[in-house]
Structure formats: structure tokens, C-alpha cells
Nanobody
Framework: QVQLVESGGGLVQPGGSLRLSCAAS????????MGWYRQAPGKQRELVAT???????DYADSVQGRFTISSDNAKGMVYLQMNSLKPEDAAVYYC?????????WGQGTQVTVSS
């Protein structure tokens, strides 16, 4: 089993930056990938960025060039650096992790982008 705890959300003005962190605990060495998803009110949860245990990354087109995902596998940490934030980036951001069989989710952290 793996537990995920997100932190770093908050209120930021358009154009600003935030850094989200996710701490994984439990069977972290079984994980094959970690990532971030987000869900805005009235919308489906969508992929933001993922990173594999070998360091391969993937980004949603909407955040490419503005967001950067990174990880520290030994510590079970994954980060999301978000720059040039837009109002449409506002959502609850969820940490995600998967092993060969299962998918794990954190509780989410709110990101609000408003002036």
C-alpha cells in the first residue's frame, strides 16, 4: 500500500508561481510512476504531468513549458513547479502514483489563481 500527501497549494495571482509537493509513504520502491492530475469544478479530472521511475516525463499540452515535474525516488517525493499560472489552472490538484497493478491517489490540494 502507498499513501500520498500533497502540500503547497494556495492562492496566487495570475502570472505567479506555486510549487506543489507530494510525499509518498509505504511501498514506495514498488512505484513505477508518479504524477499530478487536476479537477476543476464541473470538469473531469485531467492529467497534468507524470514522471516515471526512470525520469521520463509527460505533460498536458495546456501546461507544457510552464509546469515542471520532478521527483526524488529515494525519498518518495514528487514536485510540480507551476509558473505563469493562469485562472484556468485553478483546480484541486491530486498526486497520483502507480505500481505494476494499482493506482494510488492523494486527497488533493487546492490551487486558486485570482487577482
Amino acid at each position: 500500500q502507498v499513501q500520498l500527501v500533497e502540500s503547497g497549494g494556495g492562492l496566487v495571482q495570475p502570472g505567479g508561481s506555486l510549487r506543489l509537493s507530494c510525499a509518498a509513504s509505504g511501498s514506495i520502491f514498488s512505484l513505477r510512476a508518479m504524477g499530478w492530475y487536476r479537477q476543476a469544478p464541473g470538469k473531469q479530472r485531467e492529467l497534468v504531468a507524470t514522471i516515471t521511475s526512470l525520469g521520463g516525463t509527460d505533460y498536458a499540452d495546456s501546461v507544457q513549458g510552464r509546469f515542471t515535474i520532478s521527483s526524488d525516488n529515494a525519498k518518495g517525493m514528487v514536485y510540480l513547479q507551476m509558473n505563469s499560472l493562469k485562472p484556468e489552472d485553478a483546480a484541486v490538484y491530486y498526486c497520483n502514483a502507480r505500481d505494476n497493478v494499482r493506482v494510488f491517489w492523494g486527497q488533493g490540494t487546492q490551487v486558486t489563481v485570482s487577482s
